[in-house]
Nanobody, 120 residues
Framework: QVQLVESGGGLVQPGGSLRLSCAASGSIFSFIGMGWYRQAPGKQRDLVATITSGGSTYYADSVKGRFTISRDNAKNTLYLQMNNLKPPDTAVYYC??????????????WGQGTQVTVSS
């Protein structure tokens, strides 16, 4: 009953920027927390950044100072602003949300993923 739809991936040169978006829809009572993950083929899916319902943020060491996670509550949308991109950032990026769908009910949801490629 809840879906996450991602957009904004693409091919960029080293040093370039991209902004990823993840729009949530469905039977949403409230958001508990949201985050971004990334995964390269044959590799583990790693946490990139998270944001809580209160606005607290966390970043992996590899992206600190370059990426910014944010949300637009009115649009039920999560964002990841990625600046000074580097080839090691190349991966499929996934949004994730812990959502309350009713009283004493919650679930963990994933987007379909969007490809980010950093190459000259």
């Amino acid at each position: 009953q809840v879906q996450l739809v991602e957009s904004g991936g693409g091919l960029v040169q080293p040093g370039g920027s991209l902004r990823l978006s993840c729009a949530a829809s469905g039977s949403i009572f409230s958001f508990i927390g949201m985050g971004w993950y990334r995964q390269a083929p044959g590799k583990q899916r790693d946490l990139v950044a998270t944001i809580t319902s209160g606005g607290s943020t966390y970043y992996a060491d590899s992206v600190k100072g370059r990426f910014t996670i944010s949300r637009d509550n009115a649009k039920n949308t999560l964002y990841l602003q990625m600046n000074n991109l580097k080839p090691p950032d190349t991966a499929v990026y996934y949004c994730n949300a812990m959502i309350s769908t009713g009283w004493s009910k919650e679930g963990n949801y994933w987007g379909q993923g969007t490809q980010v490629t950093v190459s000259s």
